[in-house]
């Protein structure tokens, strides 16, 4: 034994990714908060379907890209892996779809994860889109909002 917890949840192995409405809610409102730039952060999914929205501000506040504030992204992952959760890392889009960047796939450096984009496109009908991107390759996740 490593004593590190084995996560109760591996996103990247879902066939779907299913959001409890008040973490779709929380997506979007992270989102339009900061409008114009990028907002990111991770989720947490728990065996019981929970899931847990930690934001995590954008060091470069850019409306083309993301760089995760270090200290707040080293808080999160540890609450994911302390919390044997399931990891979705995501960000948002505020004037293009919802669909991994070149950078997004070159950045993409947790096989077990699922990769969320939230769009503002258009701003009366966000929509969040999930991805599995491994060794350059994207394959979609839908997601399903619950509740």
């Known amino acids: 034994m490593t004593g ?4 109760a949840v591996v996103a990247a ?20 908060s ?10 947490g999914l728990g065996a019981d379907g929970a899931a847990e929205v930690m934001p995590v501000a954008n060091a470069d506040r850019s409306m083309r890209y993301y760089v995760m504030e270090p200290r707040e992204l080293l808080r999160a992952m540890r609450r994911v892996e302390d ?11 505020t ?5 991994p960047s070149e950078t997004d796939v070159r950045l993409a ?6 990769y969320a984009i939230v769009t503002l496109q258009d701003r ?22 619950a509740g």
Do not use: K, M, N, Q
Not at 4 to 7: E, F, T, V
Not at 95 to 99: E, L
Not at 124 to 145: C, L, N, S, W
């Open 109 to 114: 450096a947790y096989p077990e994860a699922l």
């Open 95 to 99: 004037h293009t779809r919802a669909y």
């Open 13 to 32: 192995d879902l066939d779907e990714l299913v959001l409890p409405r008040g973490a779709f809610d929380a997506l979007v409102a992270h989102a339009r």
């Open 124 to 145: 009366d009908a966000p929509d969040v889109r999930a991805f599995r991107i491994h060794d350059g390759v994207i394959t979609e996740v839908p997601v399903r909002i």
């Open 34 to 43: 900061d409008f114009p730039y990028e907002v990111c952060g991770l989720v």
């Open 83 to 93: 919390g044997g959760l399931g990891l979705v890392i995501y960000h948002s889009h």
């Open 4 to 7: 590190d917890p084995a996560p």
